[in-house]
């Protein structure tokens, strides 16, 4: 596969654009593979890719029951910080965020990071408490952040009402080097890089069973056929726990639709991210000038990829408030993901009771920020059968022993 560059462009320019290479192969499946990834979504993408780069091994299939990046991946808004308060959530999470700053140069495919800085509203004393504490675990953990005045806010993002009657700013936690990405683009670049590597990426073709003998994997059921691996990691977001139990055990994951929509594309008028936790709902403005709006998960477990009209309203009557301009502006589009929550609201990378299965999901809301992290703690935990020092905590054990990484403030509402 060719480089992508500006010379690239000029030739196929010159020729019209006859001449590009499909970004990733389509392969038919092998009877075996070193390593199976079950999900082509960014984390499913990003452990497959190293695998490749970290550990050498690219005998590796990924397997996916729709199309490349149309779960979670493709579907979510995109932001991306690390401004959370336990220390194992802090590491991941940055180290994520550091990858990012690199990872159009690493995988030569623009994903369009953008850090434009993120900030958390704090609308209520309790909520500038919490931040302030966040900021000062942050500066122990080497994560740049800091506590701001509503001033200070207004000048960040002029469209602002900070004096509303019911909420009025006191403040903000500001992640100057958090931003946003183009989620479509994560999933493209770690399968073009993939693919590169030799790798089979596998579209329309679902796992259905999961073959394990003597308490060792020895393959997976497809609906294109068996295919056998040592190694088999299940990185599929909403559907784990439905994989989990193929398996023949259970995990720690409830199953949520969480939705969003986006308004018609205005003018650009906001150059930050704004989350707003108190009332429930997140803005940000998209390249094409669309407010892109979210809020947060259905109240009840359900596997559907659908929104739904009252959430729409509670959103926006949450956030007008705040922003008044919301209320002139029309909805243009609208749909829903299904997220995978843990009790504790932090991750999943872990072993299982079966031996070569390794679980990577529980990222909820907010994992979009996580893929490179996650990818990398990932694809360690299957090359060596143990967790690394980024994964270590992240166990599904974690429940039984009581060993919670409460990220309830951090991450409940805000993604
Ligand atoms: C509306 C919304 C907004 C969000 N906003 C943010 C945000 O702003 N910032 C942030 O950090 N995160 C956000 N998130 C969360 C983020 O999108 C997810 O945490 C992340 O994308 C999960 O990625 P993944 O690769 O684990 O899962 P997915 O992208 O869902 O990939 C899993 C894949 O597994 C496949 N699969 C399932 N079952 C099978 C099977 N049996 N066989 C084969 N394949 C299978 C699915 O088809 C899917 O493609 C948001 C999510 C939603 C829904």
Redesign the pocket.
Known sequence: MSRYSVFAIVREGLRHHTGWPRAWASPEPRARYDAIV?????????TAYYLGRNHGITDVAV???????????????????SNYLQDPSAAIYEKSRALYETLSQELNYNVMFSPRGVMMLAQTEHEVRGYRRTAAANALQGVETEFIGPRRVKELCPIMNIDGPRYPVLGALWQPRGG?GR?DAV?WGYARACSQMGMHIIEN????GITVEGGQVRGVD?TRGPIGCDRLGL?????SS??ADMAGFRLPIESL????LVSEPIKPCMDVVVMANTVHG?MSQSDKGEMVI?GGTDGFNNYTQRGSHHHIEETLRALVETFPMLSRLKMLRQ??????MTGDRSPLISKTPVGGIFV??G?????????PG?GWAMAELMAKGEPGPLAAEFSMFRFREGRFIDESVAAGVA?
């Not at 079950?38 to 990003?46: E, I, K, N, P, R």
């Open positions: 079950v999900g082509a979504g960014g984390h499913g993408l990003a397997l996916e029951k729709g199309w490349l990046g149309g779960g979670n991946t493709g579907r979510n808004t995109t932001i991306i910080r946003t989620h999933a073709c679902a796992v259905t497809t990185v599929v977001a909403g559907h439905q994989l639709c969480l939705q969003a997140y979210g749909w829903g993901g299904i997220v995978d990577n999901c990222w909820g809301t907010g994992g979009f920020k996580a893929i996650s993604h």
